[in-house]
C-alpha cells in the first residue's frame, strides 16, 4: 500500500524554542491515523506544517509521493483542512459558505450544487440552507466547517480536534461521518488530544509528547504492552474509603485509585490478585457486589507515555527504527 | 502552455472569487465605514471648510483623498480579523499561489475605493456643477490610485497579528502624515524644494496631481508618468506583503 504521507525528521523551531523534534512517520493511504498528544506537545505544529501554513525548520514531508515544499500547489489541491477553530464565515449562509469554497477549491461549475447539496443533506443542515451561520450552533458550524474541507473530495483530510465542546449526539454524527469518508478511500489524519476519539475511530495513533513522536502503533498494540497498566475493579457493599491501606497492600497491587463506588487496583497479574482480594473480603466481612478485570485504556498508554514514567512502548516508535523500551521520560 | 492557461485562469477566478466575498462580507463592518468611508470626508471638510477654495480643486482633492483613505482601509482591518477568525488559514491552504490571495485583497480595496471616489465624483458633479477636462485620465487615475493605495494597506494587514487595532493605528498614522507632504493641501506649486523633494516620494503626490490634470486641466507632473508612479508603486507594494507572509510562515503567526 502506497504512503499518503512521509515525514522525514520533521522539526520546528519557533524562535530557540523547539516545538517538534526531528520527528518521522508514515500513514498508509486509506488508514485513519491518530495523532495524539497533551495541549503543547507539537500536535498543532506538526499539523500545520503538513498542510502548507507552517515552514518547516528541518526535514521533508511527501504526500502522496510529491515534496510539500515543491510541489504545494498540486498537494494542496489532494487534501482538505479542519482547524480547531470552526472557520465558516458567519455573515455568509451555509450555502454561501460552501459555494464560495468548492469556486476557490475550482470544483467544475456543474458539480458545486450537487455536492453542496449532497453535503448538507449529510450534515442534516439542508433546511438551514439558507441561514446566515452567525445563528447556527457550535455543533452545526463545525459541520459545516467539515463540509466546507471536503467539497472538493480530497484524498487526505486534516482534522484537527473536530469535537471538543460538541454534545454526544453531534461527536457520533462527526465520528460516522469520518468512519463513511475513510469507507469510500479517504485518508485521515486525525489530531487529537480526546484518547475515546482516537480509540474509537484509528488504525493506528501516534502519540507526541515533547515534540517527540513517543509511539506508533495500533491502539490494541499499544495496550497490549502495557501489562502495569492492567487491573482489578472491585465494589463492596457499603461505603469504600478513599484508600484502603489494606487494599493497597496486597501483593501484586501497584496502586489503586476510587473510581465512583468501586476501587480500581492496578497490577501486572490480575488474576494472581483475585483469590486474594476474595480472601481479603472474607477476612475484613466485606460483601462484594461487583469484581471485573480490566485491560488497559489507551488512556492509561497515553498517560504513562506523556507522564514520562516507565513502559514499553509500541511496536514501531519512531518508525524504521528499533523500538522504544524503558523510555524513562517522554522527550 | 495550456495547463499554464488553465492555471492562469483559475488563479484568475479565485481571486475574483477572494475579492467578491470579502465585498459580501466586510463592506457594511463599522470598521471599513468608519475608516473607509467617513474618514476620507471628515479628512475633506476638517481642511477645507472655510477656506478659499474652488469648486473644481475641492473636488480634485476630495477624489485623491477618497481614493487613498478608502482603497488602504481594507487590508488592514479584513486580513488580522480573518486571522482572528481562523478563515484566513482556509484561503493560505488553499490551491492558489500567495500572489494571488493577495491580489484578491487589493481588488476589495481597490473596488471600494471606485465605488466611494465615485459617491465623491456624482457629488462633484451635481452638486458644485464641476466639469470633468479629461474623463479618461480621470478614470485611469482612480483606477491606478486604488490599486497602488490597496496595496499600500495590504502592507500593513500582511503584519502578523489577529487584531486589526494593532495595524489601523500605524497605518492611519502613516496616512496622515503622506497627507500632509503629498501636495493635497498645500499644492506642489507652493512648496519649498525640500518639501517638494520629499512629496514626490509620495504615490499620493502623483494621484493628486493627476486627479488636478483630470478635473482642473493643470498638473505639475507629466501625467503619464503620475499613472506610470501609481502602477509601479503598487506592484513593489506587493513586495514587502509577500515577504511578511512567509515570514509569518516561518514564524508561525
Given at each position: 500500500m502506497n504512503n499518503a504521507i512521509e515525514?522525514?525528521?520533521?522539526?520546528?523551531?519557533?524562535?530557540?524554542?523547539?516545538?517538534?523534534?526531528?520527528?518521522?512517520?508514515?500513514?498508509?493511504?486509506?488508514?485513519?491515523?491518530?495523532?495524539?498528544?497533551?495541549?503543547?506537545?507539537?500536535?498543532?505544529?506538526?499539523?500545520?506544517?503538513?498542510?502548507?501554513?507552517?515552514?518547516?525548520?528541518?526535514?521533508?514531508?511527501?504526500?502522496?509521493?510529491?515534496?510539500?515544499?515543491?510541489?504545494?500547489?498540486?498537494?494542496?489541491?489532494?487534501?482538505?483542512?479542519?482547524?480547531?477553530?470552526?472557520?465558516?464565515?458567519?455573515?455568509?449562509?451555509?450555502?454561501?459558505?460552501?459555494?464560495?469554497?468548492?469556486?476557490?477549491?475550482?470544483?467544475?461549475?456543474?458539480?458545486?450544487?450537487?455536492?453542496?447539496?449532497?453535503?448538507?443533506?449529510?450534515?442534516?443542515?439542508?433546511?438551514?440552507r439558507a441561514v446566515k451561520t452567525e445563528n447556527f450552533s457550535k455543533g452545526m458550524r463545525r459541520r459545516l466547517s467539515i463540509a466546507m474541507a471536503i467539497i472538493h473530495k480530497p484524498s487526505l483530510l486534516f482534522l484537527d480536534e473536530p469535537t471538543p465542546g460538541l454534545d454526544a449526539q453531534s461527536i457520533h454524527s462527526i465520528w460516522e461521518l469520518i468512519r463513511r469518508m475513510n469507507a469510500e478511500g479517504t485518508t485521515i489524519f486525525l489530531s487529537t488530544h480526546q484518547i475515546e476519539e482516537a480509540n474509537q475511530l484509528c488504525g493506528r495513533v501516534a502519540i507526541i509528547s515533547h515534540g517527540k513522536i513517543a509511539a506508533i502503533d495500533t491502539p490494541e498494540r499499544l495496550k497490549a504492552n502495557f501489562r502495569r497498566a492492567q487491573s482489578v475493579e472491585v465494589a463492596f457493599e457499603g461505603e469504600v474509603a478513599e484508600k484502603s491501606p489494606g487494599l493497597e497492600s496486597l501483593p501484586g497491587v501497584t496502586t489503586q485509585s476510587k473510581v465512583g463506588d468501586k476501587m480500581r487496583l492496578y497490577t501486572e497479574d490480575p488474576s494472581a490478585l483475585l483469590p486474594r482480594l476474595i480472601q481479603y473480603a472474607e477476612s475484613q466481612s466485606l460483601r462484594i457486589v461487583s469484581l471485573n478485570m480490566l485491560g488497559p485504556s489507551l488512556e492509561d498508554v497515553f498517560l504513562e507515555i506523556t507522564g514520562g514514567q516507565m513502559g514499553v512502548v509500541g511496536n514501531e516508535s519512531q518508525e524504521g527504527k528499533p523500538a522504544r523500551r524503558g523510555m524513562g521520560g517522554s522527550k | 502552455?495550456?495547463?499554464?492557461?488553465?492555471?492562469?485562469?483559475?488563479?484568475?477566478?479565485?481571486?475574483?472569487?477572494?475579492?467578491?466575498?470579502?465585498?459580501?462580507?466586510?463592506?457594511?463592518?463599522?470598521?471599513?465605514?468608519?475608516?473607509?468611508?467617513?474618514?476620507?470626508?471628515?479628512?475633506?471638510?476638517?481642511?477645507?471648510?472655510?477656506?478659499?477654495?474652488?469648486?473644481?480643486?475641492?473636488?480634485?482633492?476630495?477624489?485623491?483623498?477618497?481614493?487613498?483613505?478608502?482603497?488602504?482601509?481594507?487590508?488592514?482591518?479584513?486580513?488580522?480579523?480573518?486571522?482572528?477568525?481562523g478563515t484566513y488559514d482556509r484561503l493560505l491552504a488553499a490551491p492558489m499561489s500567495l500572489l494571488t490571495l493577495l491580489l484578491g485583497k487589493t481588488a476589495v480595496g481597490a473596488f471600494f475605493a471606485i465605488a466611494v471616489s465615485s459617491v465623491a465624483l456624482l457629488a462633484g458633479l451635481l452638486f458644485f456643477q464641476t466639469t470633468i477636462i479629461q474623463p479618461g485620465l480621470l478614470a485611469a487615475g482612480i483606477l491606478l490610485g486604488a490599486f497602488s493605495f490597496s496595496?499600500?494597506?495590504?502592507?500593513?494587514?500582511?503584519?502578523?497579528?489577529?487584531?486589526?487595532?494593532?495595524?489601523?493605528?500605524?497605518?492611519?498614522?502613516?496616512?496622515?502624515?503622506?497627507?500632509?507632504?503629498s501636495g493635497v493641501f498645500i499644492p506642489l506649486s507652493e512648496m519649498s524644494p525640500v518639501a517638494r523633494t520629499i512629496a514626490y516620494f509620495s504615490p499620493l503626490t502623483y494621484a493628486q496631481d493627476v486627479m488636478n490634470h483630470a478635473v482642473l486641466g493643470r498638473g505639475l507632473i507629466n501625467p503619464w508618468l503620475d499613472l506610470a508612479v501609481l502602477l509601479l508603486s503598487g506592484v513593489l507594494f506587493l513586495w514587502p506583503s509577500i515577504k511578511m507572509h512567509q515570514r509569518a510562515r516561518v514564524l508561525g503567526r
Open positions: 515525514v522525514e525528521n520533521l522539526t520546528k523551531y519557533y524562535d530557540k524554542f523547539l516545538a517538534v523534534d526531528h520527528i518521522n512517520f508514515t500513514v498508509k493511504q486509506g488508514e485513519i491515523f491518530g495523532f495524539l498528544g497533551p495541549n503543547g506537545a507539537g500536535k498543532t505544529t506538526t499539523q500545520r506544517m503538513l498542510t502548507t501554513l507552517l515552514t518547516p525548520s528541518e526535514g521533508t514531508i511527501r504526500i502522496f509521493g510529491r515534496d510539500l515544499r515543491s510541489e504545494s500547489w498540486a498537494v494542496k489541491r489532494q487534501i482538505g483542512l479542519v482547524p480547531e477553530e470552526s472557520n465558516v464565515y458567519p455573515e455568509l449562509t451555509a450555502w454561501d459558505n460552501l459555494m464560495f469554497t468548492a469556486s476557490i477549491y475550482r470544483v467544475p461549475h456543474g458539480e458545486r450544487a450537487k455536492h453542496a447539496q449532497e453535503l448538507l443533506e449529510t450534515f442534516g443542515l439542508w433546511e438551514k | 502552455m495550456n495547463q499554464w492557461l488553465e492555471r492562469i485562469k483559475n488563479e484568475w477566478a479565485q481571486a475574483w472569487t477572494v475579492a467578491v466575498k470579502d465585498v459580501r462580507v466586510y463592506y457594511l463592518r463599522p470598521g471599513m465605514i468608519m475608516f473607509g468611508f467617513l474618514m476620507p470626508f471628515f479628512m475633506f471638510f476638517s481642511f477645507s471648510v472655510k477656506r478659499e477654495l474652488g469648486a473644481a480643486e475641492g473636488v480634485a482633492r476630495l477624489l485623491a483623498l477618497t481614493v487613498f483613505f478608502t482603497a488602504g482601509a481594507t487590508g488592514p482591518f479584513i486580513i488580522p480579523t480573518e486571522r482572528r477568525m496595496t499600500l494597506g495590504l502592507v500593513f494587514g500582511s503584519i502578523p497579528t489577529t487584531n486589526p487595532g494593532d495595524v489601523q493605528m500605524p497605518s492611519t498614522l502613516l496616512r496622515w502624515g503622506l497627507l500632509f507632504i
